[in-house]
């Protein structure tokens, strides 16, 4: 059964995320800023309920008074975080991760964290069988549309590959094509 369609439209401040489902469309503003397939959007947020504990802060000892419980490793505060493929799962990674994450000022840094964040939830071939093939994350992309910059990156290609569509004559009636990096490039 193919997933019903999902969108996340987004300017720097805002997002939404656009539903096509039986009953029609819905749209629902999205604070969160991360999108994943089905459920529906208001059952993905009802699931962060689920985790209301976790946190990118050190852990307290909360499991009973008298024991001093040791914190033999960094990142316990997250332990809960779920890991698997499923979209609920990717949403609430995605959406901790994404909440979670420190930018830098430079435009290279918050590209380079942006495709972190997106690397945290992405579909690795042969983990999820699908019928007569695997589920995988084709390729992950963002777009700077201030500078009219589209970033991407293919499964087979891990390294950055930009598209400056503000160098083209984007008034022309010709379909503009590029042809896509998609072999692993290795400096």
């Known amino acids: 059964k193919n997933a019903s369609l999902h969108w996340m439209i987004s300017d720097k401040d805002y997002s939404i995320t656009l539903e096509c489902v039986q009953e029609g469309m819905k749209i629902y503003y999205n604070p969160f800023h991360v999108l994943a397939n089905n ?21 307290e000892t ?15 505060g ?3 975080l779920p890991g698997d493929f499923s979209s609920m799962s990717r949403f609430v990674k995605a959406a901790f991760t994404r909440l979670n994450s420190v930018c830098g000022e430079p435009e290279s840094e918050s590209i380079s964290q942006f495709f972190h964040i997106l690397d945290s ?10 019928e007569d093939t695997f589920e995988k994350t084709v390729y992950s992309s963002c777009c700077n549309t201030d500078k009219g910059i589209y970033y991407y990156k293919t499964y087979n290609n891990s390294q950055l590959s930009a598209v400056k569509l503000h160098s083209e004559n984007l008034d022309k009636n010709e379909l503009i094509l590029y042809n896509l990096n998609n072999e692993q490039q290795i400096n």
């Open 39 to 59: 459920p529906e959007f208001p059952m993905q947020i009802f699931n962060l309920n689920n985790y209301i504990n976790i946190s990118r802060e050190e852990p």
């Open 121 to 130: 939830v992405a579909q690795v071939n042969g983990c999820v069988r699908v």
């Open 78 to 80: 997250a332990i809960g």
């Open 62 to 76: 909360r499991f009973a008074e008298g024991f001093d419980l040791n914190k033999y490793s960094r990142g316990m």
